[in-house]
């Protein structure tokens, strides 16, 4: 029996570790400057670098514009130019808001037009790789089909990563909520900081309840499915 190929596996032009970098990076620039007798004012403008330069360098690598690496930029400079112009820097503060709204927005975009996000990001890590099987007591080989053939012929593959997408989506509404509170009601030289340690706790408890998700769903059951015969799958 022949077996098709995998598809070639891409990566999202804007990634998880390009978050990461615009939210903690931006952190350390922060305080440095502050360490150093840096105003609050010129110090958030300083933090403000990073993201640009981010989504600068993963315009010129991959060549292309990104939707979210361009509402990532779009908050920054929005939130700079409302900063100078209103003289608070609260509005600068935003942007970590800002850009997980914007991961928010995206999940939801996926739901409605292409793949779930989640689909996209989780792809790369597990399609292809051995899996625990309980019944064995080991690691074990995955089905052969690549994911986009699975997503076509299982509608509960299908619902398992659009459900998963509409839980990252609404933790990240949450989360942007959480960050514009803070933004707006806590001291300016704590809201860094309180941005940094609440973005662990976000990914964590994503990770806990997705997990716990896909085992309840049965999504591991479907990796470790004997392939469907041909003539059975749908297109």
């Known amino acids: 029996m ?3 190929p995998p598809a070639r596996r891409t990566r999202p032009a804007y990634s998880f570790a390009g978050m990461a970098i615009d939210l903690l990076l931006p952190i350390v620039v922060f305080y440095g400057l502050r360490s ?4 609050a004012m010129p110090a958030l403008l300083g933090s403000a670098l990073p993201p640009l330069v981010s989504v600068a360098v993963t315009v010129v690598r991959g060549r292309r514009l990104d939707a979210l690496g361009c509402a990532v930029a779009a908050g920054v400079l929005v ?9 608070d820097p609260r509005a600068l503060l935003m942007r970590d808001a800002w850009l997980t709204a914007a991961w928010a927005v ?4 996926g739901l409605r037009w292409g793949r779930p996000l989640t689909f996209t990001l ?9 899996i625990w099987d ?3 007591g080991g690691l074990q080989t995955p089905r052969p089909e690549p994911w986009d053939e699975l997503y076509a012929s299982e509608p509960r593959f299908r619902r398992i990563w659009r459900v998963t997408a509409a839980i990252w989506a609404a933790a990240f509404a949450i989360d942007a909520g959480l ?3 803070m933004a707006a009601a806590l001291p300016v030289d704590v809201v860094p900081a309180a941005s940094a340690a609440l973005w662990p706790v976000t990914v964590i408890l994503l990770q806990v309840v997705t997990n ?5 769903a049965g999504f591991w059951r479907i990796l470790l499915a004997e392939p469907m015969p041909a003539g059975e799958r749908r297109p």
Not at 122 to 130: D, I, S, T, V
């Open 134 to 136: 309980p019944r064995s």
């Open 36 to 39: 150093i007798g840096v105003a």
């Open 179 to 181: 960050r514009a509170v």
């Open 106 to 109: 995206a999940f939801l975009i």
């Open 212 to 216: 716990v998700y896909l085992a309840v």
């Open 2 to 4: 022949s077996v098709t």
């Open 79 to 87: 939130g700079a130019l409302l900063s100078l112009t209103s003289g």
């Open 122 to 130: 989780a792809r790369p890590l597990l399609e292809g790789r051995r």
